[in-house]
T-cell receptor, first 113, second 117 residues
Framework: GENVEQHPSTLSVQEGDSAVIKCTYSDSASNYFPWYKQELGKRPQLIID?????GEKKDQRIAVTLNKTAKHFSLHITETQPEDSAVYFCAAGVSGGYQKVTFGTGTKLQVIP | GAVVSQHPSWVICKSGTSVKIECRSL??????MFWYRQFPKQSLMLMATSNEGSKATYEQGVEKDKFLINHASLTLSTLTVTSAHPEDSSFYIC?????????????FGPGTRLLVL
């Protein structure tokens, strides 16, 4: 099955700096890579996703890059703000009909004001 | 859109009792629902995948007779923890996939915190 590794486990940045979280996956069949943000005590919320037909996707301060050859993908947050502080999970799976995804171990991001 | 509710939000029960958790998609039809377990400061561990009208698919190591899943309609799935024990105490969270275009996108419920005494 799929195995997703995520690094770092914790990340502290100064407000305004950029944050990068990296994930690797093992199953070359995976073609769907969502990122979720989970604030303390709350549900995970999808913040961005990417499919394997593109190498990069951007939504305001958030961007995700995908390298299928190397089987890794990354989340980039620019101009970080205190409200970006949360746990971020990457995931990998196969799209096209009710397929599960495998989650990474999570990265706790702390943005220091 | 794509709102998922979960009930109850928290429950305390005695060891040996059964607990039922409901997961509802409020504004969309969810052909597939997923049940996860999350321990403090850990990732989401998939327990089972539930498709409407069919038996759930359990992940390796998850006892299907202990964690009963029913997905009788396109908006409701239930997880019953039978004969709960203290080691079953955890945060249980469901997610639902919209049967529309982006079928793989999962929308999560708020979770149910279970404490077994």
């Amino acid at each position: 099955g799929e195995n997703v590794e995520q690094h770092p486990s914790t990340l502290s940045v100064q407000e305004g700096d950029s944050a990068v979280i990296k994930c690797t996956y093992s199953d070359s069949a995976s073609n769907y890579f969502p990122w979720y943000k989970q604030e303390l005590g709350k549900r995970p919320q999808l913040i961005i996703d990417i499919r394997s037909n593109v190498g990069e996707k951007k939504d305001q301060r958030i961007a995700v890059t995908l390298n299928k050859t190397a089987k890794h993908f990354s989340l980039h947050i620019t101009e970080t703000q205190p409200e970006d502080s949360a746990v971020y999970f990457c995931a990998a799976g196969v799209s096209g009909g009710y397929q599960k995804v495998t989650f990474g171990t999570g990265t706790k991001l702390q943005v220091i004001p | 859109g794509a709102v998922v509710s979960q009930h109850p939000s928290w429950v305390i029960c005695k060891s040996g009792t059964s607990v039922k958790i409901e997961c509802r998609s409020l504004d969309f039809q969810a052909t597939t629902m997923f049940w996860y377990r999350q321990f403090p400061k850990q990732s989401l561990m998939l327990m089972a995948t539930s498709n409407e009208g069919s038996k759930a698919t359990y992940e390796q190591g998850v006892e299907k007779d202990k964690f009963l899943i029913n997905h009788a309609s396109l908006t409701l799935s239930t997880l019953t923890v039978t004969s709960a024990h203290p080691e079953d105490s955890s945060f249980y969270i469901c997610s639902a996939s919209n049967s529309g275009r982006w079928q793989e996108t999962q929308y999560f419920g708020p979770g149910t915190r279970l404490l077994v005494l």
